[in-house]
């Protein structure tokens, strides 16, 4: 069974641009989130969708956004790019959301802005 | 949690001892909880996780201890072997709020 798979891997953009990341979550999984992790740091929750609709967000600025997909496939866009959104991205799907599912992370997309 | 970056908390120990990985949480209506491991350049992989109603659970050479008087939550590897070196991560279930907090990290170092 194929895990989460994110696009790009790597992604270099400048200040004030849009960056575009992308996630297939795990066959049969409905729920997809989003976390951001700067360097050395720990995760930070951005994102949840279930079933297409967003159900919750972090304490970010409305600059990020996404949508899922009907195919549960996912992606995160970051408008007006500051040099600290650079970080890694990672996605993660689970079961329909709710408590005693676990998250299943991808590797992530590393997002540089210069 | 936030993880202090540079200053992870790091752990080392020799292959074959026994590894015990500390974390606190804060949110006492939390009811799920899950240890994650993070090798470079990789996404946070699945280790074991545990419902507020135990307070032990063991997996292959993982054991997770939950003690909800104190909200705290301990990782043990046995026979921790040069592929255990990673960051590891627990992460709590905030019920009402519906995503998986994570805690600050701690850096497990094994040598031979």
Do not use: M, W
């Given at each position: 069974e194929a895990?989460?798979?994110?696009?790009?891997?790597?992604?270099?953009?400048?200040r004030g641009q849009q960056a575009t990341l992308r996630c297939s979550p795990i066959s049969g999984h409905t729920s997809v989130y989003w976390y951001q992790q700067a360097l050395g740091l720990g995760l930070q929750f951005l994102l949840w969708y279930d079933e297409g609709?967003?159900?919750?967000?972090?304490?970010?600025?409305?600059?990020?956004?996404?949508?899922?997909f009907p195919n549960y496939s996912s992606e995160l866009n970051v408008n007006a790019l500051?040099?600290?959104?650079?970080a890694l991205y990672l996605c993660a799907s689970s079961l329909a959301a709710g408590q005693g599912k676990p998250l299943h992370f991808g590797n992530g997309t590393r997002l540089t802005v210069t | 949690g936030e993880s202090v970056g540079l200053h992870l908390p790091t752990l080392s120990v020799q292959e074959g001892d026994n590894s015990i990985i500390n974390c606190a949480y804060s949110n006492s209506a939390s009811d799920y909880f899950i240890w994650y491991k993070q090798e470079s350049g990789k996404g946070p992989q699945f280790i074991i996780d545990i419902r507020s109603n135990m307070d032990k659970r063991q997996?292959?050479?993982?054991?997770?201890?939950?003690?909800?008087?104190?909200?705290?939550?301990?990782?043990?590897?046995?026979?921790?072997?040069?592929?255990?070196?990673?960051?590891?991560?627990?992460?709590?279930y905030l019920t009402g709020f519906q995503k998986l907090v994570f805690g600050t990290g701690t850096r497990l170092l094994v040598s031979p």
């Open positions: 895990g989460v798979t994110q696009s790009p891997t790597h992604l270099i953009k400048t609709e967003e159900r919750n967000r972090g304490n970010f600025p409305p600059r990020f956004s996404g949508r899922q500051e040099l600290e959104d650079s | 997996g292959q050479r993982v054991t997770v201890l939950l003690n909800k008087t104190v909200k705290h939550l301990s990782l043990q590897i046995a026979a921790t072997q040069p592929g255990d070196s990673a960051v590891y991560f627990c992460a709590d």
